[in-house]
């Protein structure tokens, strides 16, 4: 069955280090998102690709950089953590908007990132 | 920037009620979705509207979209324990590049259902 996976599950990292989170998706879409998750602020958006090669910021993207070189994964990078990047991160794909789909997004399990 | 406005953040309710989530906003969007949440997964499509008045159902819960597509709602009818997560409205907007549409969603804040027993 396709999926859609995230690793690692849980991360501790420090203040100022790299990090990346893994996004793989099997279900061949075109379209792949990373949101964060926050209590009171519902998903919000980080980055977002269209395909290969094609990335875009999101409303929250300062901090985080993507990139999309085929179309099953799109790593999340936390270029120098800070505590306000504490949160739950959530990958998500979609396959392109048709008139049978309307955007429908399918979900990874998340990953909780905390920065210490 | 599109907003979606969703409320009450949190209902807690005894097994049987009835409930009623509501998602607002000034803009108009395409179509709009709704998906729940368990502890530790992620969300979960339960259905999308896509045209103005719609009303789906989904055994005991029924959404509707508003005429002007600005606003919907979900209402669970006799809720069960089972029912208990977080439920999130989304509303799609389209970017046009190169003659093809590209979607994206825009999530209200959610609401957390606790149904006790």
């Known amino acids: 069955d396709a999926e859609i996976t995230q690793s690692p599950r849980h991360k501790i990292t420090e203040t100022g280090r790299q990090v990346t989170l893994a996004c793989h998706q099997t279900?061949?879409?075109?379209?792949m998102f990373w949101y964060r998750q926050d209590l009171g602020h519902g998903l919000r958006l980080i980055h977002y690709?269209?395909?290969?090669?094609?990335?875009n910021k999101g409303e929250v993207s300062d901090g985080y950089s993507v990139s999309r070189s085929n179309t099953e994964d799109l790593p999340l990078t936390l270029e120098s953590a800070a505590s306000s990047q504490t949160s739950v991160y959530f990958c998500?794909?979609?396959?392109?908007?048709?008139?049978?789909?309307?955007?429908?997004?399918?979900f990874g399990p998340g990953t909780r990132l905390t920065v210490l | 920037t599109q907003l979606l406005e969703q409320s009450p953040q949190f209902l807690s309710i005894q097994e049987g009620e009835n409930l009623t989530v509501y998602c607002n906003s000034s803009?108009?969007?395409?179509?709009l979705q709704w998906y729940r949440q368990e502890p530790g997964e992620g969300p979960v499509l339960l259905v999308t509207?896509?045209?103005?008045?719609e009303v789906k159902k989904l055994k005991r819960l029924t959404f509707q979209f508003g005429d002007a597509r600005k606003d919907s709602s979900l209402h669970i009818t006799a809720a069960q324990t089972g029912d208990t997560g977080l439920y999130l409205c989304?509303?799609?907007?389209?970017?046009?590049?190169?003659?093809?549409?590209?979607?994206?969603?825009?999530f209200g804040q959610g609401t957390i259902l606790t149904v006790h027993p």
């Open positions: 803009s108009v969007f395409s179509s």
């Open positions: 509207v896509v045209t103005g008045g």
């Open positions: 690709s269209y395909g290969v090669q094609d990335t």
């Open positions: 998500a794909s979609s396959d392109r908007a048709s008139g049978r789909t309307h955007n429908e997004q399918f």
């Open positions: 989304a509303g799609t907007s389209y970017e046009n590049a190169g003659g093809t549409s590209y979607g994206k969603l825009t």
């Open positions: 279900w061949n879409h075109n379209n």
